[in-house]
Each structure stands twice: as structure tokens, then as C-alpha cells.
């Protein structure tokens, strides 16, 4: 063993680690690169983070995506999908691992269809054709179903079967058209041209059973989604499955996850309809005997009304009201007539009172001097002036001597 002679130079298993995710982390060819290869042993756990591997011939690499990047995924990786990964190379340091820090997968091959479908799929929204406001509601009970999908596979046959079972006397038109390939798309928009030209159902499902983006493309054509965008009733999208998503299903009114959902969206129950419609037959006919029931009951109230029974009582009490009134009137119209000839009485013996001619006939008299006035002090007369003296029966003059 070769002898320690510098311990400072001893490092520790963290320190190593530490110190090569510095490099790796630094060295640009890490960063931001793009990894093609097959997928191994792909799990998302419960926090939502994914950990896989990716492996080719010569070799694997590990690789984790976070749950923020796991949900932006357009499609469900698999064991054995061969795709391009981009991200970052790190160490994680506890284990002492290096591994590809994945944020987007694509399937390898598809990366130019998934740009074109990212590139049309703006350029539609931003022409209103995803508007949440286009959006119609399915009719509640259609007469005829359309069916636009290929007459071979499983697709039409799970379509009918649903809806024979839900509903076994729906009318069903299928349109066949190719699903894949170069006809597909023109295909598809003859067949809604047809239903707009001849309106031969209320409700119609577009779909196809599930394949990779180059299988489902027909659907992301733009002819395609304008026609289903175009169409004047209802149109259900079904293509693919549940983790497929094609403009086909952002132009639809509604998408399913299948297209036996999307048969079972289309057309309700018979048997539950008919339900329904003896509670409404029950409802109807119980509705005269409930409306006279509650006539007769309100009859019976009007007829056990006083105003029904004594229909002069009313007037009776208002005439006796009446008569109340008129005496109590009368009555307050005497006493203040009395109160205010008592008033005039005592005023009338008190300015009688106040006369001075009541005071002369008590034998008091009043002196006028030769002016006519009265003579309010003896000192007003001299001796031998002439004075009037007015007594309560008369007047006569005198002569003042002392």
C-alpha cells in the first residue's frame, strides 16, 4: 500500500463527487443536449417525478424528469419507445451517479411532425378555431348518429355495439374513410362535406383507433380539422387513445377519451329515457286531480269567509263605526260651543266690570275742567273756575269756592 505522506490531500467521497459535477456541470457539451434512445424501465412515482433509462447498443444512461416536465408530455412514454430526450447532464451526488436531467421527450423520428403540429396548431388558435365559445352542446336525443371513421378495425365495430346497446333503435350512417395515409385526409372531408350537403344526422364521431403521431396525422392535417371546424352539427373527435391528442380534437365541440366513450356521449339510454318518460306521463295525468284538489280547497276557504257568510257584517260594523263618530262629534261640537259661551260671558262681565259709567251709578262722579278734560287733582281749579261734574244719571256745572 503506498504510504499516506500529505493527509490534505486525502478526499472525501463527497468532496470527489462534488468535485466532478463541478466539471460535468461546466462543460457546455452537457448542457442543453439532445440523447436518442430506448426507453428502459420507465416509472412515475407518486411525487409525479418520472425515472427511466435510455439504452442503445453500446451502452445506458440514466435519466429522471421532473413532475413539472412529466405533465407537459404530449404523449405516454413506454419501455422500448425509441425517443430523443433533451436536457442536462448533473451528478446527483448521494449515489455518486451521473444521469441526463430530461425536460421534454419526443418520439425519435417525429421530431419535424411535432413541430409542424405545434406550428399549425398556433396558427388555428390564433383563427379562433380551439375557441371554447364555438363549442355547441350535443343534442339530448338525436335521430341518426353519423360515423366517420374506416370500415375495417374495431373502431365502427365498438361504436355500434355501444350505442345498439344503449339505444337499439338509433339510426347509424357510416361514412368509410381511410384513417392513415395520403387519401385519409382529403377522404375525411368529403365525408363532412356530405353531412353539411345532406344533414343526415344530428350528431356525428370522427375517429380512429390509437397509433403513433406519423399513424394519427390525418387528423392533424389542416384540411381536416377546418372541416371538422366547418361542420354544421355537432361533431364528437375519438382518435386515438386517451393520451393522444390531435387538432382534430381541439376544433371538435367535444373529444372523448375513446370511441366507445364517444358513443356513449353521442346517444343516452332507451330504457332510462323511457323511464323518464312515464315519470313525466305520471306527472301529467296526476296534475288535473292535484289543480282541482287545490281549487277546492281554496273554494272551501273563500266559501268559510266571513265575507261569504255575513257579507253585511262588514257594513254593519262600518255604519255602527259611523254613528260612533257622528255622536262624538256632536258631543265635543256642544262642549266647545258651551266652553266658549261661558268665556264670552266672563268676559263680557269683566268689560262690564272695567265700564266707566257702571262706577258713576256706584255714586261716584267725574270733574271735566272748562277744556272738556278731566280734573285728575284739586289743584288743577282755581277758585271761582268754572268746572262740569258727570254723575251716573246726569250732568251739571258748578263753580270751584273755597
Keep these: 500500500m503506498i504510504p499516506i505522506r500529505d493527509p490534505e490531500k486525502v478526499l472525501s467521497v463527497s468532496g470527489v463527487n462534488q468535485y466532478i459535477k463541478s466539471l460535468i456541470v ?25 425515472y427511466f433509462s435510455l439504452k442503445d447498443q453500446g451502452g445506458l444512461l440514466k435519466c429522471v424528469m421532473f413532475s413539472g416536465y412529466v405533465r407537459q408530455l404530449r404523449f405516454m412514454p413506454r419501455d422500448g419507445m425509441r425517443v430523443i430526450a433533451f436536457g442536462n447532464i448533473s451528478v ?11 425536460e421534454s421527450l419526443l418520439p425519435d423520428g417525429t421530431g419535424s411532425l411535432y413541430a409542424a403540429f405545434e406550428e399549425l396548431k398556433k396558427k388555428l388558435e390564433a383563427e ?30 365498438d361504436i355500434k355495439n355501444v350505442i ?12 368509410h374513410v381511410s384513417v392513415q395515409g395520403e387519401k385519409a385526409s382529403p377522404e375525411i372531408v368529403r365525408a363532412f362535406d356530405y353531412i353539411n350537403s345532406t344533414k343526415c344526422c344530428d350528431v356525428v364521431i370522427v375517429g380512429r383507433g390509437g397509433g403513433s403521431i406519423e399513424d394519427l396525422w390525418a387528423f392533424n392535417e389542416e384540411a381536416t380539422v377546418r372541416a371538422v371546424a366547418a361542420c354544421k352539427i355537432p361533431v364528437i373527435s375519438a382518435v386515438g387513445h386517451e393520451t393522444d391528442f390531435t387538432l382534430t380534437d381541439f376544433a371538435a365541440d367535444l373529444r372523448a377519451p375513446t370511441p366507445s366513450a364517444a358513443a356513449e356521449l353521442a346517444v343516452p339510454v332507451l330504457a332510462e329515457m323511457r323511464e323518464r318518460i312515464d315519470g313525466y306521463k305520471r306527472k301529467v295525468s296526476a296534475l288535473p286531480t292535484v289543480n ?9 276557504r273563500l266559501i268559510s269567509s266571513a265575507c261569504i257568510q255575513k257579507p253585511f257584517e262588514r257594513t254593519e260594523n262600518e255604519m255602527i263605526n259611523i254613528d260612533s263618530y257622528s255622536a262624538r262629534i256632536q258631543e265635543l261640537t256642544d262642549m266647545n260651543i258651551h266652553r266658549s259661551v261661558e268665556n264670552i260671558k266672563a268676559l263680557s262681565a269683566h268689560l262690564t266690570a272695567l265700564d266707566p259709567k257702571a262706577v258713576l251709578k256706584r255714586g261716584y262722579s267725574i270733574v271735566y275742567n272748562i277744556k272738556g278734560l278731566p280734573v285728575l287733582s284739586a289743584g288743577e281749579i282755581k277758585n271761582g273756575e268754572a268746572i262740569d261734574i258727570q254723575t251716573g244719571n246726569g250732568r251739571f256745572a258748578a263753580v270751584r269756592t273755597d
Design 92 to 102: 446527483y451526488e448521494r449515489d455518486g451517479v451521473y444521469q441526463l436531467y430530461a
Design 292 to 300: 282541482c284538489r287545490i281549487k277546492q280547497m281554496e273554494l272551501d
Design 164 to 175: 345498439e346497446r344503449r339505444f337499439p333503435t338509433m339510426n347509424i350512417t357510416h361514412i
Design 128 to 157: 379562433g378555431l380551439f375557441d371554447t365559445s364555438r363549442k355547441r352542446p350535443l343534442p339530448l336525443l338525436p335521430s341518426c348518429v353519423g360515423v366517420i371513421t374506416s370500415e375495417t378495425g374495431a373502431v365502427i365495430r
Design 26 to 50: 461546466s462543460d457546455m457539451n452537457l448542457s442543453g443536449i439532445y440523447v436518442s434512445g430506448e426507453i428502459s424501465n420507465f416509472k412515475i412515482y407518486n411525487s409525479g417525478h418520472a
